[in-house]
């Protein structure tokens, strides 16, 4: 069962570009949330969908950002219009659900996705 | 959401037991207490969870508080692998919640 695969690895792009990040869950989660991480700064949470729904976006930025996880194939991060400030590492995770729709369950995270805007 | 409070770094040394502390004092009765770690350019990884008892799996052990208040991660034999980012994170039990990261636990361990 291979785990959440994240694709690129790297990827640059000269401000002004789009970006779009893949996000491929492991087999049997319908679940994905996508997080930022800056350079020398924690994980902040960006967004959580499931098939088809976004769920909650609180953590996503208003303007040039967007996601979705389509009934068939991986969840995409779209980044518009890129700037040097989005330049980070970009991870995605994916959860299971449980009975009854209980989600205290582990998270498995991709390897990440770096971003780097030039 | 409820806050948890780490020190910002401790450290190890090799093959002796480590124990990371985690403040959580507002924690709610619906809140699971889940660690991660983060080594070095890499992505989270799942350490262990628990409600209210004591927990143990191969790569941890999680120490819970009669109180709920604070928790204590354990490893009990450090490794150089084990250096990273441990990071104490409180999980509501309903669907869908997210993982709220904070600043987390550097560990060093020392050969």
């Known amino acids: 069962n291979a785990g959440v695969m994240q694709n690129p690895r790297h990827l640059v792009r000269r401000r002004g570009q789009e970006a779009r990040l893949r996000c491929s869950p492991m087999k049997g989660h319908s679940h994905v949330y996508w997080y930022r991480q800056l350079p020398e700064e924690g994980l902040k949470f960006m967004v959580y969908l499931q098939k088809e729904n976004i769920i909650d976006e609180s953590g996503m930025p208003k303007e040039r950002f967007s996601a979705e996880f389509p009934k068939e194939g991986p969840s995409i991060l779209r980044i518009q219009q890129v700037v040097r400030g989005d330049s980070a590492a970009y991870f995605c995770?994916?959860?299971?659900?449980?009975?009854?729709?209980?989600?205290?369950?582990?998270?498995?995270f991709g390897q990440g996705t770096r971003l780097t805007v030039v | 959401d409820a806050k948890t409070t780490q020190p910002n770094s401790m450290e190890s040394n090799e093959e002796e037991p480590v124990h990371l502390p985690c403040n959580h004092s507002t924690i709610s009765g619906t809140d699971y207490i889940h660690w991660y770690r983060q080594l070095p350019s890499q992505g989270p990884e799942y350490v262990i969870h628990g409600l209210t008892s004591n927990v143990n799996n191969r790569m941890a052990s999680l120490a819970i508080a009669e109180d709920r208040k604070s928790s204590t991660l354990i490893l009990h034999r450090a490794t150089l692998r084990d250096a990273a980012v441990y990071y104490c994170?409180?999980?509501?039990?309903?669907?869908?919640?997210?993982?709220?990261f904070g600043g987390g636990t550097r560990l060093m361990v020392k050969p």
């Open positions: 995770a994916s959860s299971p659900i449980q009975n009854r729709g209980v989600m205290n369950t582990e998270a498995f």
């Open positions: 994170i409180l999980r509501r039990n309903n669907a869908g919640n997210m993982l709220t």
